[in-house]
């Protein structure tokens, strides 16, 4: 089968973990990928991403700049009149309105994959009755989005894959730079308001440094440092580096920076919500208890026995999220939605 996967990808700090959950997994499904690529951000994607585009058919093309715009699409164009499926590699409007037209003009079906369900699909009837016209829908196995996705589009194939990590890059040090790490962009789904309510509970019992990476962030919590956008070396480093991983997200599909964190030996505290019962070996606190949250935090960073005890225990669970598996799942789910009527 060939597949074309769309829009443009961007690279650089355009580069989000749905792309990264696209290469990943498409650079293992063992058939002939399209991927339209930025051209103009390309030459700034990261060094240890680089290596998965070896497995792709790169089709130049535009996004970042409207004079070369309307030229991409038509080079995508030109590729998607190839293939048998396009993909869409994200639920946000620009990638699905992008694949739609692909669509329209090639000819050819597309499939959505949908990693969370976020609030523009709830409040865009445009959006969804563009989803509508997919031939199918892949989201991640996780029952709560299944399930809100199959109130939403009750007629459609709705079909699970899943994302994995790759354990062997991480590893941890003796050296610690950060008592607490977050990783995620500024918003509520993120549960950022929570991050300032936890970190000042903490540092009431101890005095305490939390390392941010995301995007923006224009105020942070007090004794925090903010390092916005960072490579992916970067991130492995500073993991390893970290003690805890703090996380009071209110949603998520998969949550990438979870498993990234577990294969980085770091104990996770996270609320006990619907997302999080993936993760058995994280510390789950009862939503919104804040001084709960905060104070399974504060015993984690005084007992380093503990702290390691738990972190053993993170990356045994994190060897069972596998790339491979995902692919497999991903590689089942579009033969199923093309076969279907």
């Not at 991927?35 to 070896?54: A, G, H, M, N, Y």
């Not at 390392?211 to 224009?218: D, E, F, Q, T």
Request: glycine share 6%; charged share 30%.
């Amino acid at each position: 089968m060939r597949i074309l996967i769309s829009p443009p990808m961007r690279f650089g700090k355009e580069f989000l973990g749905g792309m990264r959950r696209t290469l990943e997994v498409y650079s293992r499904i063992g058939e002939e990928v399209y991927l339209c690529v930025d051209e103009r951000t390309l030459p700034q994607v990261d060094p240890e991403i680089s290596p998965l585009l070896s497995k792709f058919r790169l089709v130049s093309s535009s996004s970042t700049d409207k004079k070369t715009y309307l030229k991409g699409f038509f080079n995508c164009l030109k590729y998607a009149r190839k293939v048998n499926v396009l993909i869409s590699y994200s639920e946000y409007s620009l990638s699905v309105y992008y694949t739609w037209l692909l669509s329209l003009f090639s000819r050819k079906p597309f499939i959505v994959v949908v990693h969370h369900v976020t609030e523009e699909i709830r409040g865009s009837k445009f959006l969804r009755t563009v989803i509508a016209k997919s031939k199918g829908i892949i989201c991640l196995d996780n029952p709560e989005v299944h399930e809100e996705l199959k109130s939403l589009f009750p007629n459609k194939v709705i079909l699970t894959s899943t994302n994995g990590v790759n354990v062997e890059d991480y590893y941890t040090s003796e050296e610690k730079i950060c008592d607490g790490i977050f990783i995620g962009n500024y918003g509520e789904r993120k549960g950022s308001k929570y991050l300032f309510q936890i970190w000042d509970k903490v540092n009431e019992k101890i005095d305490a440094k939390l390392c941010i990476i995301g995007k923006g962030w224009s105020e942070i919590p007090k004794n925090s440092v903010y390092y916005g956008f960072v490579t992916e070396r970067e991130k492995i480093d500073l993991l390893a580096k970290s003690k805890v991983f703090v996380f009071p997200s209110l949603y998520e599909g998969f949550a990438l920076a979870v498993a990234e964190a577990l294969s980085a030996y770091l104990p996770v505290v996270t609320w006990d919500l619907k997302w999080s019962e993936r993760y058995p070996v994280a510390i789950r606190v009862t939503y919104p208890d804040i001084s709960s949250f905060a104070e399974e935090v504060v015993k984690l960073l005084k007992d380093e026995k503990l702290r390691k005890y738990v972190g053993e225990k993170s990356r045994e669970f994190a060897k069972t999220l596998s790339w491979g598996k995902a692919a497999e799942m991903e590689k089942e789910a579009i033969y199923k939605i093309m076969e279907s009527k």
